[in-house]
């Protein structure tokens, strides 16, 4: 009948079983009666959806679509087909499937051969249990994100089972503590239970059993939370990483409160590459720090440490350095000798200089100044010719940039929001635009002479509000005021581009 096929899809009518229209004899009136069809096979039809109306088989108890081109499992599957027991979707290009179909009364379900049959996401939804058919039907999971849900237990996400997890996302959650059955994850390699509410009793408890059993971890991110201090038994994580020949690469323990670090619990600690302090209550770094000659990333922003020691410059591997927002006014010359030093940040160290050796640094590109008590900068500044992106905002003091800058040929991005400089003239190399300078963020009143020196191949931001903290000012969604050019953008609250997260 037309009809039907055409309300179906032909396709599905095709295929669909039982077909009844002439319920009560062949000469009575036809009808399709979709209701009466229990088994569709639409295997390697070349399918690309699931139309809305196959929700008209109210007693469909059988759906196979294996071998099609099926990106999405839509919600209806789950919520609208109660008698669905058997759904056969395997090698199609699912990416993503729908939470109420893992949680519906289906009895079995294939996913095999597609995207999400390793890698699943469920972030967002408001969950406090796993899907009912999750651990049951991807036993193969790789890559699971329970992220912003509302679990309080690891227990209540179901994914103990999940023996094949590399890549496991807890994070924005309700959860206390990690417990020892995660230890069954041997291959866990990644471990974010950031933004909970894990404390230090909650990790003693579980900790050393965690670590023992996950031989393959290579990051774990416990930032956020309320740890007040690191227990004693995350020693163990480097015993735990030379078993498994992986060791333990990034630890990310910022915004946790962190007010002391015990030695012991760093002692065997020895290629760390990432480390983040960031926004704790740390009076110093560690010493055991020092001795890790792998780390390419520390951060200690946002802590109390007055002072910098010289054991710094046995970090001859470090590529960032965030000293930000510590009572730190003098800044210790061994840095000098970071050779690799890539970016830098000394925002709000209530520095009144800048030290002169910063123009030793040969591979800097991103250096942060911001919000000291600056009123000039060193001529040696200009040395630094890799620099890209130079932040000089909220420095009402500073009124001038040093003519040295003509020789930083690869700036692209001058940031004197905020502050006094109002002449930029320094920039121009032989009296021309610098090649590469594609941004400049400025106060208004600089607006037209800097069009005038640098024409319209560079873009303009003005910020009508200033920012706080490392927050910068958005200027993605603004739009140019009435009577500027299109390259001028007057910023909006909101954040931006920082040193952090990247």
């Given at each position: ?237 480097p015993e735990v990483s ?195 300078l594609t941004r400049l ?19 303009y931001y003005i910020k ?39």
């Amino acid at each position: 009948m037309p009809e039907c096929s055409d309300t179906l899809g032909s396709e599905w009518w095709k295929e669909a079983f039982p077909k009844i229209v002439f319920e009560k004899g062949y000469f009575s009136a036809t009808k399709c009666h979709f209701g009466a069809i229990t088994e569709i096979d639409v295997s390697k039809k070349g399918i690309t959806e699931v139309p809305h109306s196959v929700t008209l088989m109210t007693n469909l108890r059988t759906l196979r679509m294996q071998g099609n081109r099926v990106t999405l499992l839509p919600e209806f599957l789950g919520n609208r087909m109660p008698k669905l027991k058997t759904l056969e979707a395997s090698d199609n290009r699912i990416d993503h499937v729908h939470h109420s179909i893992l949680d519906s009364n289906i009895e079995k379900l294939s996913l095999k051969g597609n995207p999400v049959y390793s890698r699943l996401s469920l972030a967002g939804l408001n969950l406090t249990k796993a899907p009912r058919l999750m651990r049951r039907d991807l036993p193969q999971l790789t890559h699971l994100n329970l992220s912003h849900n509302r679990f309080s237990s690891i227990e209540a996400m179901d994914t103990l089972g999940l023996l094949q997890l590399q890549v496991l996302d807890i994070s924005h959650n309700r959860v206390t503590e990690l417990p020892e059955s995660l230890s069954r994850l041997r291959l866990l390699q990644r471990l974010n239970a950031s933004h909970n509410r894990l404390t230090s009793r909650g990790l003693l408890s579980s900790a050393l059993p965690l670590l023992e059993g996950v031989v393959s971890l290579k990051m774990i991110d416990i930032s956020h939370n309320l740890l007040t201090q690191l227990t004693p038994v995350l020693n163990r994580f480097p015993e735990v990483s030379r078993v498994g020949g992986n060791p333990l690469q990034s630890i990310n323990w910022a915004f946790s409160r962190i007010r002391v670090v015990r030695e012991d619990i760093l002692e065997q600690l020895s290629c760390v590459t990432t480390v983040d302090f960031y926004g704790n209550q740390l009076t110093s770094i560690p010493n055991k720090i020092w001795d890790w000659s792998c780390i390419t990333h520390l951060d200690i922003g946002f802590n109390h440490i007055p002072s910098i020691p010289d054991d710094i410059m046995r970090l001859q591997n470090l590529k960032l350095l965030n000293l930000g927002w510590n009572p730190m006014p003098i800044i210790n010359p061994k840095l000098a000798e970071l050779k690799n030093l890539e970016r830098l940040a000394m925002m709000n160290l209530t520095m009144t200089e800048v030290p002169k050796w910063i123009g030793m640094l040969p591979k800097v590109f991103e250096l942060y100044l911001d919000e000291n008590y600056l009123t000039s900068l060193p001529k040696e500044l200009g040395n630094v010719t890799t620099l890209k992106e130079l932040y000089l905002t909220r420095m009402p003091g500073l009124r001038t940039i040093p003519s040295s800058f003509s020789q930083l040929k690869n700036i692209t991005f001058l940031d004197v929001s905020d502050s006094g400089v109002s002449d930029l003239r320094p920039l121009l190399q032989d009296g021309k635009r610098p090649s590469q300078l594609t941004r400049l963020s400025m106060r208004r009143e600089v607006l037209e002479s800097a069009i005038a020196l640098f024409g319209n191949k560079t873009t303009y931001y003005i910020k009508e509000k200033p920012c706080r903290g490392y927050v910068r000012c958005n200027c993605n969604s603004a739009t140019a005021e009435t009577g500027h050019p299109s390259y001028v953008h007057y910023c909006r609250s909101g954040i931006g581009a920082s040193l952090r997260g990247v």
